[in-house]
């Protein structure tokens, strides 16, 4: 990955061809997800920690917010992943995203490190892998390599609205 930078209003970066294959199962998967039929994935970790209860202690109340507000989050998660995906350059290479795309980059990278996150039960006590052998810690290492590239762009976003000042 090379990471990103702030350049003339743009955030650039890149990824190898790879890393650029990996983001794309990511956004497939999660998309997937999103997209399944709601008996199909009922009580998923994932999609509950991705589309939260607005109220934890009181169900009637939650049932009444995810019925007001589950269809927009879908579709703004939808909306953030096809921008990710519009964007990412095929076969790896250079990545120049404007406000919008960055914000989705963003936002995307976010629910897929919640995604695997959840999957992989990571805790404040997980550590990266020291070898790649089993799935998982392959899993986990893209966990970890996820987390660099958001903050990547976390900090080319923050050099970007300091130089902006």
């Known amino acids: 990955m090379k990471p990103f930078r702030f ?15 990996v983001v794309g199962l990511l956004l497939d998967q999660l998309e997937m997800l999103l997209e399944a039929d709601a ?9 509950e920690r991705l589309l939260p209860p607005g109220h934890r202690g009181d ?4 049932a009444e917010y995810r019925e007001l507000t589950e269809s927009s989050l879908r579709s703004g998660k939808a909306d953030d992943l096809a921008m990710v995906r519009a964007s990412l350059p095929e076969g790896g290479g250079e990545l120049r995203l404007d406000a919008d795309q960055a914000a989705a980059w963003l936002r995307s990278t976010n629910d ?4 695997l996150g959840t999957r992989l039960e990571i805790t404040d006590e997980t550590e990266p ?10 899993q986990l290492a893209v966990y970890y390599w996820l987390t660099a590239l958001q903050g990547s762009l976390v900090d080319a976003l923050a050099a970007g609205r300091a130089a902006r000042r």
């Open 112 to 115: 897929l490190r919640l995604a």
């Open 39 to 47: 008996d199909d994935v009922a009580g998923d970790a994932v999609l």
């Open 129 to 138: 892998p020291d070898d790649f052998a089993g799935e998982e810690d392959q």
């Open 7 to 21: 350049r003339h209003g743009d955030v650039v970066g890149g990824l190898d061809p790879a890393e650029a294959s």
């Open 59 to 62: 169900a009637e109340a939650a």
